[in-house]
């Protein structure tokens, strides 16, 4: 007899997870057997995903949703419950770097902006979907994708840097707060990985140039090369982590 998949009968939200990272975790969660939604403001990339996705064991269900308004929010995870069952996984994938440039040049709005998407939104969904894995007693994982911009500054990246170390904190808090109730925060670090988010990066020859020059791994990496440790961090393989962040950057701070 063959033993079940990892994430069998579990039910996963991945915000962002048509494309890019956000894509290549909904994917291995899928094909480790969880039910997977994956959301995000455009329904085409959704649909071709979900469509590609079709033969996996775990169901991958597209649903729009803007993350930075909260009333969509609360409708994706209202939407994921009624129509999966209650989340186990939740994965803050989506963000937004708009605002880069000269950290004097950093207006308001960007600020904002940046703000309410990359650490507001996984502030809300958290809101909206822990205590039902803590009154369920059933625990759950929270991954949120971070950056190693959160971890060292980043020149022209004031607000981005300022929101993925925000998020790490936050990743922190949530499991001091949660851990009692088996409820597990972690975050992943990414280095530079070839999506459409990080173009302006690996579309520069001198930047390349100087990342092959130094890295210890020295080329840039893929979403795939993410999912692994997503996949770990929800399921039961990492039943004693939580509060950690995990940097995937080729060893890029390493040295
Ligand atoms: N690529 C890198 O080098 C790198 C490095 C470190 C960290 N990261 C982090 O990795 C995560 C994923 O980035 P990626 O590189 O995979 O980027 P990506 O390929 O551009 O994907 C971004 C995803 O976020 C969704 N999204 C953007 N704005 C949204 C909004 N307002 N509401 C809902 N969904 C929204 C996009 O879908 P729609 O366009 O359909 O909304 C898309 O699915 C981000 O948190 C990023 O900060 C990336």
Known sequence: MSSPLPLSGKVALVTGGGRGIGKAIAHRLASAGANVVIASRKLEHLERT???????????????CHAGRKEELERLVSLTTSQLGPIDILVNNSATNIG????????????????????????????????????????????NIASIAGLRPQRGGLVYSFTKAGLIMMTRVWAMEFGAHNVRVNAICPGLIKTDF???????????????????IPRIGRPEEIAG???YLASI?????????????????AV
């Open 229 to 231: 440790i997503a996949l």
């Open 50 to 64: 979900a469509a590609e996705f079709a033969s996996l064991p775990g169901r991958t269900l597209p649903m729009v």
């Open 198 to 216: 990080s173009e302006h990066f690996w579309n520069n020859p001198g930047y390349v140039a100087e990342l092959e020059r130094t890295q210890p």
């Open 100 to 143: 880069q440039g000269p950290a004097l040049e950093v207006t308001d709005e960007a600020f904002l902006k940046t703000t309410e998407l990359n650490v507001l939104a996984p502030l809300r969904l958290v809101r909206l979907i822990v205590p039902s894995m803590i009154a369920r007693g059933a625990g759950g994982s929270v991954i």
């Open 237 to 253: 393989e990492s039943s004693y982590v939580t509060g950690q962040c995990f940097t995937i950057d080729g060893g890029n701070t």
